[in-house]
């Protein structure tokens, strides 16, 4: 019989996903984990395979617990007002000097250096976001908030790739202070 773990699984995964989330998957050697998260190379093969394994891991947790606050707007609000409030919390998180982009959509960036398991789970996160986008706005179409002529399917594309623009504006300090003029853009966008 081995030896009880010494170490909390989720606080080992959340500090690894800092370590991604700063670095980069390709760029995080093992003993960048190791040095963070204070467990030692054999458990962590142990407990999570290999650093593909603890990359999936990290990707699981950012989902369910970093970003997912903000993909619940949209699930407790889903109509106009919710998307009105999703990119409004979108747009104030990148505008802040702090940013350091999502662990996800750094990785959409950077597919070809991520296993294909990982860019499975990058790419359902995006198509995810973007059927909560759709289902708010066929929402607030039959709620007669935005016209009965727009395209939900390619309105929420639209919403999503606007997104994703506004995470690497969040990362280019020149170009963040830019940010807050598209809301109301897009919300025109929607709403003509």
């Known amino acids: 019989m081995g030896r009880p773990r010494s170490y909390s699984r989720e606080a080992v995964v959340e500090k690894a996903m800092g370590v991604f989330w700063q670095n980069g998957y390709k760029a995080t050697s093992i003993s960048d984990v190791v040095r963070e998260t204070g467990l030692n190379t054999a458990s962590m093969y142990k407990e999570f395979g290999d650093k593909e394994g603890l990359f999936s891991a990290a990707l699981d947790h950012y989902r369910d617990h970093v970003i997912g606050p903000r993909y619940r707007i949209l699930i407790d609000n889903p109509n106009l007002e919710g998307v009105e409030m999703f990119l409004r919390n979108v747009f104030l998180g990148a505008a802040k000097s702090e940013y350091k982009g999502c662990l996800m959509m750094n990785h959409l960036a950077q597919k070809h250096v991520i296993s294909p398991e990982a860019a499975?789970?990058?790419?359902?996160?995006?198509?995810?976001?973007?059927?909560?986008?759709?289902?708010a706005l066929r929402n607030?179409?039959?709620?007669?908030?935005?016209?009965?002529?727009?395209?939900?399917?390619?309105?929420?594309?639209?919403?999503?790739?606007?997104?994703?623009?506004?995470?690497?504006?969040g990362r280019h300090d020149e170009k963040k202070h830019v940010i807050?003029?598209?809301?109301d853009m897009i919300m025109r966008e929607i709403r003509e």
């Open 140 to 169: 607030a179409q039959a709620e007669g908030d935005i016209g009965p002529d727009k395209d939900t399917a390619q309105l929420a594309s639209f919403v999503v790739f606007c997104v994703h623009g506004t995470v690497l504006y």
């Open 180 to 183: 807050p003029n598209f809301y």
């Open 120 to 135: 499975e789970q990058v790419g359902a996160f995006c198509a995810e976001v973007e059927s909560l986008v759709e289902a």
